[in-house]
């Protein structure tokens, strides 16, 4: 099978490679869409802990080909999405409900052989059956997963004024998620029209730049840049009372200045979310349902070949990239497509 590898930071080529073997409990994927995401991209520029070579892609949808010694819930020809991040089950954190922070944390496309390849294999119980999506919805589950962990701990209730700092392909699928809770006004801050237009799409008030947003404003503010002048800026927007959530990536070891001040006397609870912790079948439901919209986001459909291409559309944060998804074995629709 051919593979995108990379070999060190900022080495990358396809090579051929032996289609892996799914072991006991374990399924093989042949890989229909896999999104880039930014951990690729911290990947790439060694900018992650994590062993070299290594085959990225974690966001992925495909359909299974065959099953190891043990599986029953999964079959040959199921159409799947994967949550990419193993649990142990079996340490502290995961016995306390608390996946997200398992001490044997194992994770595709960090960890071991990821889904930027024509197959992947997986532990069955990180695969779940995606019906009549399409694999381009299902390569968001992962990422919508992370999001609704996220609004869930960001807690915005009923009536609430939210801002949210960015809209990328997380940005603008916080917001669609932020909606479902009620809130009577959602303000995107957005430099890239394209994408404001697109936050406007789905229901939110665009502003392009971040004096244009008031202060002492809103219930829930949310970062999603991960740009620290940008998550500098998150206390003055909130009401006294208010909430922050930190969701944007900001880049490993950089040291974040917030007006302490200004935190103690609004009393400002300010949070962050990792990860996610079981959202996966709430993110099937949602993208189901119409109530979180994807086809939209998706702006390039490259082969593996171009994935440094892909990697320097969002590095460079042109006007019309939003989210760029690799086509691993060259078309969306692999083997039988049994979509109706
Ligand atoms: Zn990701
Ligand atoms: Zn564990």
Redesign the pocket.
């Known amino acids: 099978m051919r593979a995108l590898t990379i070999a060190q930071a900022n080495r990358v080529d396809v090579r051929e490679m032996p289609v892996p073997d799914p072991a006991p409990s374990e399924v093989l994927i042949r890989v229909a869409a896999c999104g880039i995401c930014g951990t690729d991209v911290h990947i790439l520029r060694g900018e992650y802990l994590g062993d070299y070579p290594i085959v990225p892609g974690h966001e992925f949808a495909g359909q299974v080909v065959a099953v190891g010694r043990g599986v029953s819930r999964i079959g040959s020809g199921d159409r799947v999405a994967v949550e990419p991040n193993i ?9 306390n409900n608390r ?1 997200n ?5 194992q994770a595709i496309g960090v960890t071991r052989q990821g889904a930027m390849a024509e197959y992947v294999t997986a532990p069955e119980k990180v695969v779940v059956e995606i019906g009549d999506l399409s694999y381009a919805q299902g390569a968001f589950i992962e990422p919508l997963s992370c999001v609704i962990h996220g609004i869930e701990r960001a807690e915005i209730a009923l009536g609430d004024r939210v801002a949210i700092l960015g809209a990328g392909p997380i940005g603008l699928l916080l917001l669609q998620v932020a909606l479902t809770r009620g809130p009577v006004e959602v303000t995107v801050l957005e430099r890239q029209p394209a994408r404001g237009a697109l936050a406007e799409a789905y229901g939110a008030r665009w502003v392009p730049t971040l004096t244009a947003l008031p202060e002492d404003a809103y219930d829930v503010v949310i970062d999603a840049t991960g740009a620290l002048p940008v998550m500098a800026r998150t206390p003055a927007l909130a009401r006294k009372g208010g909430s922050v959530l930190l969701f944007g990536v900001p880049p490993r070891g950089a040291k974040l200045s917030l007006d302490a001040f200004t935190i103690f006397e609004k009393g400002l609870t300010v949070r962050s979310s990792f990860t996610s912790r079981r959202n996966t079948f709430q993110a099937l439901a949602l993208i189901r349902s119409g109530a979180v919209r994807v086809d939209d986001l998706v702006s390039h459909r490259l082969p593996l070949e171009r994935f440094q291409e892909g990697v320097a559309l969002i590095e460079e944060g042109q006007e019309d990239v939003v989210k760029v998804l690799m086509l691993p074995s060259g078309t969306e629709l692999p083997l039988t497509e049994t979509r109706t």
Do not use: G, H, V
Request: with cysteine; charged share 5%.
């Open positions: 649990a142990c089950d079996n340490c502290n954190p995961c016995l996946q922070f398992c001490q044997n944390w």
